[in-house]
């Protein structure tokens, strides 16, 4: 296959009267809101199918607060308001993953400042925590405690109503571990000057 020459290539070039006036609204960016969009067509979908027509620069799925799920609806911001005009037209009722896309042209003016906000997830400064971790040996004693002073409250309540119950037949009563005091550093004193 032979390679095109500067002539052939001028050729190829669209002619620019064709395309109409072009004014300076379509030279700045511009917006493409589109409803009906399918299940599993996300913002990455949206970029790379719209970039077809020309620069995306920014592209906003509406989703859940709730459960973070798209809402059906997003914003393609173009780089020029030209494509975005040429989108919306071509692409209103397309058929797409047996959806008819809504498409409407929306000029910067009208399209809220903060729609193509990033949001920016930040970990929680406390850590979750872990239900089936497995528990320490001051947690175990701590909780063998509060079962044995639970326990002896019933019994204790038991008796005031003239019941005499001894657990001791029935199964093992825990006893109560004596809590161990916390072991303190030995450091030597710094002399006071």
Known sequence: MAATTRKQRAKKTVDKSLLGPVTEEDRLPGVVYIGHVPHGFYERQLSSYFSQFGKVLNVKLSRSKKNGKSKGYAFVKFKYAAVAKTVAETCHNYLFFNKLLKCEY??????HENTFFKFKWRPTTKPKRQHNSAKTTEKLDESLRRSARNQSKKLEKLKEFGIDLKLED??????IPKKQPKKKSKETPTPKE
């Open 170 to 175: 029935i199964m093992d009563v825990p006893k």
């Open 106 to 111: 929306k000029p910067m003016s009208e399209v």
